[in-house]
Each structure stands twice: as C-alpha cells, then as structure tokens.
C-alpha cells in the first residue's frame, strides 16, 4: 500500500523506468492485493471463516497480481538490493514479492483453518487468478500495443509504409501515447512496451519519430503540448501554458528611419525571467526580420554591464555556445533560421525570478511601395519557449528627419522641430497586424544613396522591376491542420484568376489524407478546375513540404517564366525522407522564383533548410491571407508597378544629385554580396570574411556573447569593438544635445567662448 501510494503520488518509478499503473485499472489491480491481504489477515485473526469462498478468490485474484508484478520488477531485483544498502528505497521495487509472500502464507494459513479446499486456494485457481489479473492489464493496454505497431509501421523508411501506418494510428491510435513517447527519454513508456520489446527485440520508436508522428497525425508540436497527467481533468493544454516557467518580463524597440535613402535600424531590448525555483533555465526564440533585414548588433547585460558580441563563422560561435552553456555561464547566441528569421538562444536564466537581458541590432530596407512611400516592418516573435503575459507590450519609438505615418491607434504620431516619430505600446497579437506597419514619406529631392566604405563608396538606387507576366502559377498547398482556416481563401484567390491563366497543383502530403490527388501526383488546368480540386481537400494533421516542392519545381521547368507560390504553415521538423530532395533542390540550377507565403508563427525547418536558396523569396505578410495572395499576384502579374533596389561597390561616384546616408547601407550592400557569393561560387570563405568584417549574422556568421575574454581567447573569437558598433541615441541624448547646444550659442553670443 505504501508503494502504491508512493507511486501514485510521486511517479517516482514513471520518470526513471516506466508507468506501473498508467490506467485506473492498474490501480485496481495493485490495490486489490494489500486489501485481499488485510481482509484475509482480519478474517483469520477473529476466525470469521463463513465466507471463506469469497475470501479464497480474492486470495487467488490478488496472488496472480503479485506473480504478475513479481514477474514485472525481477529485472530491477539486483538494484533494488543495492538501493536498500544505500538509500533504503529499494524495498518499493520488492514490494510486488513481498506482498506476494504473504499471499502464499495467508492462503497456507486458510487451508489449515478449513477442512475443505475450495477451487481457488488450489494451483489451478492461482493460475486462474493469474490468468484474470493478465487479461484485465492486457485488455488495459491493448490500446497501447495497438498504437505501438502503428508507430513501427509510421517510422518505417519505407514512404508507402508511413502513409499505412499514420492511416492505422488515425483510426485505432492512442494519440496521448505517442505523447507521452515523444516526451518520454526512454522508449519503454508503458507495461506493453516492455513485453513488446522482450518478445520482438525491437527498440521502439525513438523521441524523435514519435514526435514526427504525432506531429504528422495532429499538427501539432510534442513540445507545445501538455502531457496528460494520471486521471487528470481539465484543458491539460491551457494549464501547460500557464505552467511555462519563463516569462518575457520588457521588451523595447527603438528605431532610426533614413526615409530618402529606403533604410533604418532598429534596437530591440527585451528580457526573459525565470520563475523556477530552482533550476536554471535556457531561452529560445525564432524572429522574423524585416524582409531583406540583417542582424549587426547583439549584447548581453552581465553584472550590469552590457557587453558586445563576436561575429565568427556560425559552426565556431555555435560550438563556443554549446560548451560554454554547458558549464552554466553566460553566453547568447544569434543565427539564421531561414529568409529573414533568426534563432536567438540564451543561458542561463537564473532561478527563481532571475533575468537576463540582450539587445539585438536590426538594419533592414524599407518595402518600397511607389517612388514616395515606403513601409516600415517591425520585428516579431515566430516561435518561443516562453509565455508573454498580457501585461508585457512592446513599447515601440521610430524616429525620422521626414513624415512617418502609422494607422495603429496605439501608435501614436509625433513632430517636434523636424523630427518625426511614432510611439506608443504594442500588444504581442499586433506585431504581425498590417496596421502596425509604419509608412515612411519620401522626397523626389534623391534618386542615389552613398555610404563611405573604407576607400569606395557603395551606392543604391531604387529600380522599376519589370519582366515577362508568368506563363504558369504552380501553386504548392500545405494541407496541415494549421491550414484549415485558409482553405476558402485559397480557393476564393485562384477561382477569380483568369481563365486564360494556367495553373499547376501540387497538394503536399504526408499526414495519410487525400492520398488519391495529393503528392505525388499534380494537376495542371484552369483556375475553377484547380480551386474545385482544393475544395475537396481535407486539412488535417502536419505534412512534409520538401517532396510537393521538388515536384513543383519540376512543373515550372517544363514551361518557361513560370512561377511557384507555395502556401504552408511553419513546418517544425525535417523528415529524414526529404534529406535527398532538399539536396536536389539546392543544387539544380533553376531560374524558377519560389515566394514562400507563410500563414502562421512558428519553427520552420524547411525555411531553415532553404536558407541559402537566391530564389526563394519571404513574401511580406501584412495581414489577411486572400489580400496578401491578392497582392502577389497583381505584381507579378505587372497590372502595377513594383520597385526594388541596386547596391553597387564603386571607386567613385558623382555625389551632384546623391545623398550620403549612414553607414547601414554597407551593411545592407555587404548581406547582399554575402547571399550572392552564397548562390553563385563555392567561396564561402570570402563571403565569411566579408560578414565578419560587416558584424553580421548571415547563413555562414553567427553572434555570441560570452561571459569573460578568457573564453573568448579559447574559442578564438574576438568581441566586437564598441566603436564600431551602429547605436541609436536614447531621447535622453537628444535632450542633452540640445541643450549643450543651447549652452554653446549662448556663450558665444556672450562672447566668453574664448
């Protein structure tokens, strides 16, 4: 009884081995046999024998559950004796044979005190009890050893084997299982899973797979959703959320527009607190950037003192990251994740209410949407490990020397003496909301930007973008459960196309839905014929993006100036089915653009795989689906005007009719060639000098600060200088500027300047 109740209250044999008593059942069973006991004990002590019947099944049902638990802990025997020696806890793995014991005793006991011998306190009914105790745990688990041999079939290298087995666990499955599987380190989760193994010598499905498959099935991530606890009630998911032990606690952004040159930078303060009281804990979170924006500034505060960031090739700031973490300094880490995404980890983050704050440094170029107007795109979290309270805004200040507009009401306009600003605070929901972009006024005044750099100049100017309308749309179509919402819009944008317009379907798969027209097979046809065909789709479970885009590419390349739109949800993990055709993506050269429209936040991996890919392109989202689509396609349709720029390193330059601006468009001209080098030449050497040089994070350059120089000198990295790096001025130091200012002229006009 005292196991039981140790168990049930601590999982203490759940978390190091396996679940004893996963299901009420269980319990019963367990139960049933320090009960027996006691009943027997009591019945033998005040000779209350006239039920003797009753007392002998209950005797045989409960002997059968310690031989059946006996049988179940014999292998934790030899421990158990060791852990008695040392920590007295091994009597709860003993307790099944010693409860057994005093079956066997009190069943002796009764045979001395009848004359008769009924049928259960003979060796048949003992193995009746047995037999009945088997059949109520395997009847308990069968829904377990059902969902095992799917899980066998869904991890299968064998793609036509994955399909059957995801539609088997659809249908027959224990989803919160293969929960408890990808949460769980070990693949012995439950009592089943240990006779499984036994009896066909196979390792289970691993963490990993059983979180692809989970993920396949749901849609949803293993790691952003609740375990359910023993005979729990209640949303598990929302008391998972609320159960997040780090809390973003400020976040601030503080940009700088240059409207006449399309560029600014843009600082984002923020810190993360813990609120274990005990361990500390590591912060994670994807942002997505502003489109064409590149990451030049990162610090950690330390002790109070901010401190910069080294720029080195990622797989040496990533190994610096790695071992530093592990010795539980303080280091923060920032790469890319995909097309204008970053991963940002940080650790530690001290116990019980501990900080830790960073600042990362944006310079990005504005969405130019005519020759005078252009917007302005703030970052936002995409994916993360930690909750934000609903009392935690973003506070945001955008600062120009030309008209900013903002259609936000929290956002709020501002001019005083030739600055303009936008201010106010901003809710986490608003940051992806289209009405929190900032438009940015431009003059005719400039057509030519410069910058200084060392002894060239680097110059840019804003081109019209012209070129053939598109011969086919190859839509590619996520059909993940996240998708379900965007099934009518998609439907609604391809239907009111053309009919003169040719387009090309490839549903993506891999959730076992829709498997007579999804990949592998495509349609090519008029735009009602391919909206009827996604109408008749289902959208549920996660997919595999990679496959549906090979085959897209594949259908652009039989027509010229065709173009593929591929509409997904954040996919978070890589199949290792889809390692060979990544790989062929990447490397056949093709002129085909892909614009990537992403319709949620999130983690994804494909993105991420793509990162170093010329022809994948982010499309901008600022708000309703349909409306973006919309947008897309009137452009590359050229029914309007669409504007981009050129960025050219020269020796020098005619500075008549030119504007010089800061030094964010070498770092802007600088990601460029970085990305060219990338797609073009197998120089990726220089193209990791050239960002180091620039203090960027690109595909080949990470960011991270560490705690000491010692670990900096061992890892062979060097903190940038804080000279060097681009800042923006606190509104404090405008105040101060002004007023040293004020001073200056007014001793001067006093004549006592000298």
Same mark, same amino acid.
């Given at each position: 009884?005292?196991?039981?109740?140790?168990?049930?209250?601590?999982?203490?044999?759940?978390?190091?081995?396996?679940?004893?008593?996963?299901?009420?059942?269980?319990?019963?069973?367990?139960?049933?046999?320090?009960?027996? &006991? !006691?009943?027997?004990? @009591?019945?033998?002590?005040?000779?209350?024998?006239?039920?003797?019947?009753?007392?002998? @099944?209950?005797?045989?049902?409960?002997?059968?559950?310690?031989?059946?638990?006996?049988?179940?802990?014999?292998?934790?025997?030899?421990?158990?004796?060791?852990?008695?020696?040392?920590?007295?806890?091994?009597?709860?793995?003993?307790?099944?044979?010693?409860?057994?014991?005093?079956?066997?005793?009190?069943?002796?006991?009764?045979?001395?005190?009848?004359?008769?011998?009924?049928?259960?306190?003979?060796?048949?009914?003992?193995?009746?009890?047995?037999?009945?105790?088997?059949?109520?745990?395997?009847?308990?688990?069968?829904?377990?050893?059902?969902?095992?041999?799917?899980?066998?079939? +869904?991890?299968?290298?064998?793609?036509?084997?994955?399909?059957?087995?995801?539609?088997?666990?659809?249908?027959?499955?224990? /989803?919160?299982?293969?929960?408890?599987? +990808?949460?769980?380190?070990?693949?012995?989760?439950?009592?089943?899973?240990?006779?499984?193994?036994?009896?066909?010598?196979?390792?289970? !499905?691993?963490?990993?797979?059983?979180?692809?498959?989970?993920?396949?099935?749901?849609?949803?991530?293993?790691?952003?959703?609740?375990?359910?606890?023993?005979?729990?009630?209640?949303? &598990?998911? /929302?008391?998972?959320?609320?159960?997040? /032990?780090?809390?973003?606690? =400020?976040?601030?952004?503080?940009?700088?527009?240059?409207?006449?040159?399309?560029?600014?930078?843009?600082?984002?303060?923020?810190?993360?607190?813990?609120?274990?009281?005990?361990?500390?804990?590591?912060?994670?979170?994807?942002?997505?950037?502003?489109?064409?924006?590149?990451?030049?500034?990162?610090?950690?505060?330390?002790?109070?003192?901010?401190?910069?960031?080294?720029?080195?090739?990622?797989?040496?700031?990533?190994?610096?990251?790695?071992?530093?973490?592990?010795?539980?300094?303080?280091?923060?880490?920032?790469?890319?994740?995909?097309?204008?995404?970053?991963?940002?980890?940080?650790?530690?983050?001290?116990?019980?209410?501990?900080?830790?704050?960073?600042?990362?440094?944006?310079?990005?170029?504005?969405?130019?949407?005519?020759?005078?107007?252009?917007?302005?795109?703030?970052?936002?979290?995409?994916?993360?490990?930690?909750?934000?309270?609903?009392?935690?805004?973003?506070?945001?200040?955008?600062?120009?020397?030309?008209?900013?507009?903002?259609?936000?009401?929290?956002?709020?306009?501002?001019?005083?003496?030739?600055?303009? +600003?936008?201010?106010?605070?901003?809710?986490?929901?608003?940051?992806?909301?289209?009405?929190?972009?900032?438009?940015?006024?431009?003059?005719?005044?400039?057509?030519?930007? @410069? !910058?200084?750099?060392?002894?060239?100049?680097?110059?840019?100017?804003?081109?019209?973008?012209?070129?053939?309308?598109?011969?086919?749309?190859?839509?590619?179509?996520?059909?993940?459960? =996240?998708?379900?919402?965007?099934?009518?819009?998609?439907?609604?944008?391809?239907?009111?196309?053309?009919?003169?317009?040719?387009?090309?379907?490839?549903?993506?798969?891999?959730?076992?839905?829709?498997?007579?027209?999804?990949?592998?097979?495509?349609?090519?046809?008029?735009?009602?014929?391919?909206?009827?065909?996604?109408?008749?789709?289902?959208?549920?479970?996660?997919?595999?993006?990679?496959?549906?885009?090979?085959?897209?590419?594949?259908?652009?390349? /039989?027509?010229?100036?065709?173009?593929?739109?591929?509409?997904?949800?954040?996919?978070?993990?890589?199949?290792?089915?889809?390692?060979?055709? =990544?790989?062929?993506?990447?490397?056949?050269?093709?002129?085909?653009?892909?614009?990537?429209?992403?319709?949620?936040?999130?983690?994804?991996?494909?993105?991420?795989?793509?990162?170093?890919?010329?022809?994948?392109?982010?499309?901008?989202?600022?708000?309703?689906?349909?409306?973006?689509?919309?947008?897309?396609?009137?452009?590359?349709?050229?029914?309007?005007?669409?504007?981009?720029?050129?960025?050219?390193? !020269?020796?020098?330059?005619?500075?008549? &009719?030119?504007?010089?601006?800061?030094?964010?468009?070498?770092?802007? @001209?600088?990601?460029?060639?970085?990305?060219?080098?990338?797609?073009?030449?197998?120089?990726?050497?220089?193209?990791?000098?050239? =960002?180091?040089?620039?203090?960027?994070?690109?595909?080949?350059?990470?960011?991270?600060?560490?705690?000491?120089?010692?670990?900096?000198?061992?890892?062979?990295?060097?903190?940038?200088?804080?000279?060097?790096?681009?800042?923006?001025?606190?509104?404090?130091?405008?105040?101060?500027?002004?007023?040293?200012?004020?001073?200056?002229?007014?001793?001067?006009?006093?004549?006592?300047?000298?």
């Amino acid at each position: 009884m005292i196991t039981l109740i140790v168990e049930l209250s601590t999982k203490l044999c759940t978390d190091t081995f396996f679940d004893p008593i996963p299901s009420l059942r269980h319990v019963l069973v367990v139960g049933i046999v320090p009960l027996a &006991n !006691a009943q027997i004990l @009591w019945s033998l002590s005040k000779n209350r024998l006239e039920r003797v019947t009753f007392l002998a @099944w209950i005797s045989a049902i409960s002997a059968g559950a310690g031989i059946f638990y006996s049988l179940l802990f014999l292998p934790l025997s030899p421990i158990s004796v060791i852990g008695i020696l040392y920590v007295g806890l091994g009597f709860l793995p003993l307790s099944p044979m010693f409860a057994l014991w005093a079956v066997l005793l009190l069943r002796k006991n009764l045979l001395q005190q009848i004359n008769s011998k009924p049928f259960p306190l003979g060796w048949l009914g003992l193995g009746t009890g047995f037999l009945l105790v088997f059949l109520i745990i395997g009847l308990s688990e069968l829904r377990f050893m059902v969902t095992r041999y799917g899980l066998e079939k +869904a991890v299968s290298a064998n793609v036509e084997k994955q399909e059957e087995g995801i539609e088997f666990l659809r249908k027959y499955g224990n /989803e919160d299982y293969i929960l408890q599987l +990808a949460h769980s380190r070990r693949s012995r989760v439950y009592i089943s899973d240990i006779v499984l193994d036994f009896f066909t010598r196979s390792g289970g !499905a691993s963490e990993g797979k059983a979180g692809e498959v989970y993920y396949r099935l749901t849609g949803k991530t293993h790691d952003s959703t609740a375990v359910p606890t023993r005979f729990s009630f209640g949303d &598990n998911d /929302e008391r998972f959320r609320r159960e997040q /032990e780090i809390s973003l606690s =400020a976040s601030q952004m503080d940009a700088s527009i240059d409207n006449d040159a399309s560029l600014g930078y843009l600082e984002w303060t923020f810190s993360l607190k813990n609120h274990n009281q005990h361990r500390a804990l590591e912060g994670f979170t994807q942002i997505q950037l502003p489109p064409g924006a590149v990451v030049s500034r990162l610090t950690l505060w330390i002790g109070g003192e901010e401190r910069e960031a080294a720029f080195a090739e990622r797989n040496r700031v990533t190994n610096a990251y790695e071992q530093v973490t592990a010795a539980k300094r303080d280091p923060v880490l920032v790469t890319t994740a995909g097309r204008d995404r970053i991963n940002l980890k940080c650790f530690p983050i001290p116990p019980n209410g501990g900080e830790m704050k960073m600042r990362i440094g944006i310079t990005f170029p504005l969405i130019l949407e005519d020759e005078k107007n252009a917007l302005v795109r703030l970052p936002y979290f995409r994916d993360k490990n930690f909750r934000i309270p609903d009392e935690i805004k973003h506070s945001v200040w955008v600062e120009s020397k030309r008209e900013l507009q903002t259609a936000n009401q929290n956002l709020k306009q501002e001019t005083k003496e030739n600055l303009f +600003a936008v201010r106010g605070s901003l809710a986490d929901k608003e940051m992806t909301d289209s009405l929190s972009s900032i438009r940015a006024v431009k003059s005719d005044e400039f057509k030519t930007v @410069w !910058a200084k750099d060392g002894e060239n100049f680097i110059t840019q100017e804003v081109e019209e973008i012209s070129g053939a309308r598109p011969s086919r749309f190859v839509f590619v179509v996520d059909t993940s459960a =996240a998708m379900k919402n965007e099934q009518e819009k998609i439907v609604s944008v391809i239907q009111n196309l053309p009919d003169e317009t040719e387009v090309s379907l490839v549903l993506i798969s891999g959730n076992a839905l829709n498997r007579e027209f999804s990949y592998p097979h495509s349609f090519t046809g008029k735009p009602s014929e391919i909206a009827g065909k996604i109408k008749q789709t289902t959208f549920d479970g996660g997919t595999d993006n990679l496959p549906a885009l090979t085959k897209s590419w594949d259908l652009a390349n /039989e027509k010229q100036n065709s173009v593929v739109i591929w509409i997904h949800a954040p996919q978070p993990f890589k199949f290792s089915t889809s390692n060979e055709l =990544a790989r062929r993506l990447t490397r056949r050269p093709n002129e085909t653009t892909i614009y990537s429209v992403s319709t949620a936040n999130g983690f994804d991996e494909v993105e991420k795989e793509l990162d170093n890919l010329s022809y994948l392109h982010s499309v901008p989202r600022f708000g309703d689906l349909k409306n973006d689509l919309e947008r897309l396609i009137f452009r590359l349709n050229q029914s309007k005007k669409s504007f981009g720029y050129t960025r050219v390193n !020269a020796e020098k330059i005619e500075v008549k &009719n030119a504007k010089e601006t800061s030094g964010h468009l070498v770092r802007l @001209w600088a990601n460029d060639e970085v990305n060219r080098i990338l797609a073009s030449e197998t120089q990726e050497k220089k193209a990791v000098e050239l =960002a180091v040089k620039n203090q960027l994070v690109t595909p080949v350059t990470g960011a991270v600060v560490l705690e000491t120089q010692q670990q900096y000198d061992q890892f062979g990295l060097r903190p940038v200088d804080k000279n060097s790096v681009p800042t923006i001025p606190e509104p404090e130091f405008y105040l101060l500027l002004a007023v040293v200012l004020g001073v200056l002229i007014w001793l001067f006009a006093a004549r006592k300047l000298f």
